[in-house]
């Protein structure tokens, strides 16, 4: 490999070397390399930022309107570990950063942020841009087989990286921002985590999280492709409520799938593991009371007496829902408005109220959206993102031990903790080096 980028280092060495041109690496080789590092950022892929290109459905949300707490709150019992990433580099940072270089972003339902062109190539383009204007010299097709570390015990520290046709890239900090192990065809097939464990660090159990669930019942394929918008799902599991979500969600020929059945999928999969049989339960109508949609009910049958119960249906459920719910109430389809009784009203009321739909499995980490577990937080230093194995050894991005909800957190994130990686590399692979980031 030619060493031809700008920055002032020693013959055949560059100051740090990134490992996964993804959300975290990009930034985190466009920081340190805007601070004066010689840094290389080196991919399997053929193209930076694959990952990044489907996100949002290939719109990219790529942050979200809440505070710091929401923020925190949104990555469960490991969020506390992302303050100091998110207090050097947050959500007005970011922005500030796409606006800087003509992406100008928007909000929407759910405080989601998208580029205003609701394209991701557009949030690629820029980080690509970052990294490249800042003398970063972006290595493709170069799959790293191996971090090299010297020393022994507690003066371990890296030397650089063996990518896979046995070239050695010597740095003197490697800054691992290799992904999780979803959308493998995406790059991310989570090498990360061996090189990780290969260096004595803990990767905590890898499973996947924001997945959808694979449900027992079969009609799910009748459903095929409708969207439910402004409902509640509730998962329950041994008669317990274990979470609420209001929003949208999707039938798919498997099961259910959507941003509410995502965000529950986390406890879905933790009470599947344990052998237990969690169950969704959704509220088609929650915006009305008990009394409400008993009155609503009463008020259709009696206005429409002379038609068919399946038509009635058709002004309080969406067409393709019908058969399946005429099937599950057990109500004749052609039973006319006058003739449904009391007990047929409870049966509607209670499928209105409760469509259950029993959680067989997830679908497999490689469809989730982002893995739960990685690398362990005890080992990795929140202030600068260095490995307290390691010395020189970075961690960034979702191959750390952190998973959020869906809605922009996972992005920013990896934007985060990509920034504070490479402002700290920075810091310790060159002498001239003056931080944004206060002190400890
Ligand atoms: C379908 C989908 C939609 C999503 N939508 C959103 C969304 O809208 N908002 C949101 O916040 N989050 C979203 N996410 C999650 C988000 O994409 C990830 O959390 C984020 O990309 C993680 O960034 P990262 O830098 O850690 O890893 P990645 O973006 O996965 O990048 C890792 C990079 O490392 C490279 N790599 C891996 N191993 C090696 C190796 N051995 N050698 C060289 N290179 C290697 C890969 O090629 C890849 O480019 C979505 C995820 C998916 C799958």
Redesign the pocket.
Known sequence: MKNDFPNPVKKNEYDIAV???????MMAAGRAAELGAGVVL????DR?????L???KGR??VTNSGDLKDFIGAFGKNGRFLYRAFSVFFRDELMGFFRARGVALKLERGGRYFPESDRSSEVVDALVSYTAGNGAKLVLK???KKLLVSGGGSGRKVEGVLVETGERIPAKRVIV????L??PL????G??YGFARELGHTVTCLRPALVPLETEESFVRELQGLALKNVEAELLCEGKTVGTEFGEMLFTHFGVSGPIILTLSGKAVELTERGKNPCVSVNLKPALSKEQLHARLQREFDSFGLKSYQNILKTLLPKSLIPVFVKLSGIPADKKGNQITKSDREKIYGLLTGFKLNVKRARPIEEA??TAGGVSLKEVDPYTMESRLIKGLYFC???LDIDGVTG?????A?FST?YLAGESAAGGAISNFETTIPKK
């Open positions: 490992v996964g041109a993804g959300a975290s690496g080196i991919d399997g892929c930076p930022g694959r990952k990044l489907i996100t949002g990219s949300n170069s799959k790293v921002a290799t992904g999780g979803s959308y995406t790059g991310s097939t090498d990360g959206i982002v991005g979702e191959v922009g957190y996972n992005l920013q990896a990509g």
